[in-house]
C-alpha cells in the first residue's frame, strides 16, 4: 500500500520500515480500506463494519515498534495508531 509493493503474507518488517510509517499513512490506509479511496466523499458509505477497523487498529498497533507510547506530532515519533488523527 504505501510504496506499492505486494509483500508476501510472512514478510517481516525491519525497525526502520515500521518506524517510518506515519499516523496520516495509517489513516490513509484506513481511509481506502474502508471507502476504496484516501478522498472519500462525505456521503460515502463505509464497506466496512466497525469491529473489522477496530481489529485492524489494534493489529497494527501490536507490531509498531514504539507500540505503548502516544503518537508525538512534533517528533513524528511513538505509534501511529495512538494519534489524534486516528481517534
Known amino acids: ?3 506499492d509493493t505486494d509483500y ?10 515500521l518506524t517510518a510509517v506515519s499516523a496520516t499513512d495509517v489513516v490513509n490506509w484506513f481511509k481506502f480500506r474502508c471507502y ?3 478522498e472519500p466523499e462525505e456521503d460515502a458509505i ?5 469491529h473489522a477497523l477496530k481489529f485492524w487498529k489494534k493489529s497494527i498497533s ?4 514504539n507500540k505503548h507510547l502516544q503518537w ?3 517528533t513524528n515519533t ?3 495508531t495512538k ?3 486516528m481517534a
Not at 463505509?46 to 466497525?50: A, D, E, I, L, Y
Open 62 to 65: 501490536y507490531f509498531m515498534p
Open 1 to 3: 500500500w504505501l510504496n
Open 46 to 50: 463505509p464497506v466496512n463494519r466497525k
Open 36 to 38: 476504496g479511496t484516501v
Open 78 to 80: 511513538g505509534n501511529p
Open 72 to 74: 508525538n506530532e512534533l
Open 8 to 17: 508476501e503474507s510472512n514478510y517481516n518488517f525491519s525497525v526502520e520500515e
Open 83 to 85: 494519534s489524534l488523527e
